[in-house]
């Protein structure tokens, strides 16, 4: 039945493009066009497969880290999830991945002898060696970046715990920005402090506002360097550090963590495609990350990611559109603590001369999409923006130059592939990002399906036109 409704769309298309000049043909085709993106919205808007897609994968999996129990159910449950939706092929992808455990429920706590004891909500930064079970204690120095950490020198800064508290600035308007300004202390603080003889380090949690809950996130150690333990301090815990820090400078801070890195494991990319029935060699990737931080339910970093990929591939199959390019859903293993998943992809499409024409990731949360950055050169970009009053009625007016994701990085270069990045609403992303609370209740089903659908009818349009050559109006 369906293949039917394919070969006859195929056939009318392949014939209205024959018979028209070009000038209609343009006319004709952005009203096809507007019509197929409706129809996208129209059931994304009213369907509950994702949604239900979303609960299985954040309520019943859960939190799934590289190497984890539970990544190695998601990888499972999503190939089982594609496979019952009839695509041309549904495969995994091996990939070895790093195995890094937290442990105990970690402790931390200030010690003043002028203010008492208190209590604060850490978490160790993913890579993070352990303190041992006993725990480690130590005084404190604050810093906000690493100038003024390097001035301080080894003198000030031997056998203490450096805590990196510059807070993000909150003047910019896209925390992305934000964030950018203030990751680098995650990520380098280990190594910067036990270059200069720190025994530990604390970095401010990645978070706009003033929250109890300790965001984690991967850290970098080096080889040459000695590993320190490191853990991210809740927002409101380095306020309340920094404060007391200043009335008592001697003050000690404990910190208990039992995490430990494993051997690495075996686990998968899975890959669902439907194959283009005109260019099959060229190739459109819409993807996200299926591993997780191992707190929380991995909902909007990235559970949402992965079912709205899946969404796409059911929302053309359900719109009985046969796309002229190959479409795959890729279910990205390990983008939080290694990005094996992401490297893999690249490296066997390159091994295997595959064509990509785009790579679309939505790797930002579930939140309502106000459009799309793209990688992409001149003609590319220009040929997108010809498709802007296509998607604008649907709220996609941000369509910037400069995108794409953390998995589909590694393609770049290939081939002349664009890679793109689907832009939610940023504003409530780092309240739930690698925290406890990023749970199936914070996502809104409606916000989640605009983006499925927005990122569906950029397939369609790149499936339907390509991206290279042509004209600059295509579509208009
Ligand atoms: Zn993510």
């Known amino acids: 039945m369906m293949l039917l409704k394919h070969k006859l769309r195929a056939f009318v298309a392949g014939a209205a493009m024959l018979a028209a000049i070009p000038a209609v043909a343009q006319q004709n085709t952005y009203k096809s066009d507007s019509t197929v ?42 190939r089982q999830v594609m496979e019952k939706m009839g695509l041309d092929r549904v495969y995994l992808q091996e990939v070895m991945v790093p195995h890094w455990v937290r442990g105990d429920k970690e402790v931390g706590r200030i010690l003043s002898g002028r203010n008492g004891s208190q209590e604060v909500n850490i978490l160790a930064l993913g890579s993070s060696v352990g303190t041992g079970a006993q725990g480690l204690s130590a005084q404190v120095i604050e810093v906000q970046n690493f100038e003024e950490l390097e001035k301080l020198g080894k003198k000030k800064v031997k056998g203490k715990i450096v805590f990196f508290n510059r807070p993000f600035d909150n003047k910019h308007v896209h925390t992305m920005a934000a964030y950018g300004g203030a990751v680098d202390q995650r990520g380098g603080g280990p190594v910067a402090a036990a270059k200069l003889g720190a025994v530990g380090v604390l970095v401010r949690s990645m978070a706009n506002d003033i929250q109890d ?51 690495d494991v075996l686990s998968y990319n899975v890959i669902g495609e439907i194959k283009g029935f005109e260019k099959p060699d060229e190739i459109i990737v819409v993807g996200g990350h299926l591993d997780s931080w191992d707190v929380g339910e991995g909902a909007h970093d990235d559970g949402t990611g992965c079912v709205q990929s899946i969404e796409v591939l059911r929302l053309l199959k359900e719109q009985g559109i046969r796309p002229k390019r190959t479409v795959r859903a890729v279910m990205f293993m390990n983008e939080e603590n290694g990005l094996r998943g992401g490297r893999k992809y690249a490296e066997e499409a390159k091994a295997k001369n595959e064509k990509h024409v785009a790579a679309i990731e939505s790797d930002a949360g579930g939140f309502t999409p ?5 990688d992409a050169n001149d003609e590319q970009f220009a040929k997108i923006m010809g498709w802007k009053d296509l998607l604008a009625p649907y709220g996609l007016h941000e369509m910037n130059r400069g995108g794409g994701g953390a998995d589909i990085g590694p393609l770049k270069g290939q081939n002349n592939v664009v890679l793109i990045g689907l832009r939610p609403d940023s504003q409530r992303y780092f309240d739930y990002h690698h925290t406890e609370i990023d749970t199936f209740e914070t996502v809104s089903r409606r916000e989640m399906q605009l983006g499925s659908a927005g990122m569906a009818a950029l397939v369609y349009l790149i499936s339907e036109h390509g991206l290279n050559g042509g004209s600059a109006k295509a579509g208009k």
């Not at 009213?46 to 309520?59: A, F, I």
């Not at 200043?246 to 208990?256: A, I, T």
């Not at 106000?370 to 793209?374: C, K, P, S, V």
């Open 37 to 78: 993106i409706r129809k996208f919205y129209d059931d994304a808007l009213t369907s509950y497969e994702s949604y239900e897609n979303l609960r299985y994968l954040t309520k019943n999996i859960g939190a799934r880290l590289s190497g984890s129990p539970q990544a190695a159910a998601a990888v499972e449950w999503s």
């Open 213 to 263: 809950v300790a965001h984690t996130g991967n850290t970098r150690y080096a080889d040459d360097v000695e590993k320190i333990p490191a853990a991210a301090i809740s927002t409101r815990g380095a306020d309340e550090l920094s404060a007391m820090l200043k009335s008592d400078p001697e003050l000690k801070f404990y910190m208990r963590m039992t995490c430990e890195t494993r051997p």
């Open 370 to 374: 106000r459009g799309f950055g793209f």
